[in-house]
């Protein structure tokens, strides 16, 4: 089965909300299986102009990744970050 990776930017306009909605994303992340290959906002950007933090998370298969992301758990953790962070996030599955 293909793996499945959620990737995200992170542009934080409120760090007190980014370190809050970490605190309580990051342990979420593990309890479904998810694993954190990187995350920084250095990434080298070589074409568009889209800045903040990049993340990327591997799962089991894309299944679970969205199991994560629409979990009642992670929207919890999303209505905290949605106050002070732009995001955009997209699931794709592995090949």
Same mark, same amino acid.
């Given at each position: 089965m293909a793996k499945g990776y959620l990737m995200a930017n =992170?542009?934080?306009n409120n760090q007190d909300i980014f370190k !809050? %909605?970490?605190s309580? @994303? =990051?342990p979420l992340i !593990?309890?479904?299986?998810?694993?954190l290959l990187a995350r920084g906002p250095h990434a080298d950007?070589?074409?568009g102009s889209v800045s903040g933090i990049?993340? =990327?998370i !591997? %799962?089991?298969s894309k299944e679970a990744a969205e199991k %994560?992301? %629409?979990?009642?758990?992670?929207? @919890?953790a999303k209505s905290i970050r949605d106050k002070g962070v732009d995001t955009d996030l997209m699931i794709i599955e592995g090949m």
């Open positions: =992170l542009r934080v !809050e %909605f970490s309580v @994303a =990051l !593990e309890s479904f299986g998810g694993k950007r070589h074409e990049v993340t =990327l !591997e %799962f089991e %994560f992301y %629409f979990s009642d758990e992670y929207q @919890a």
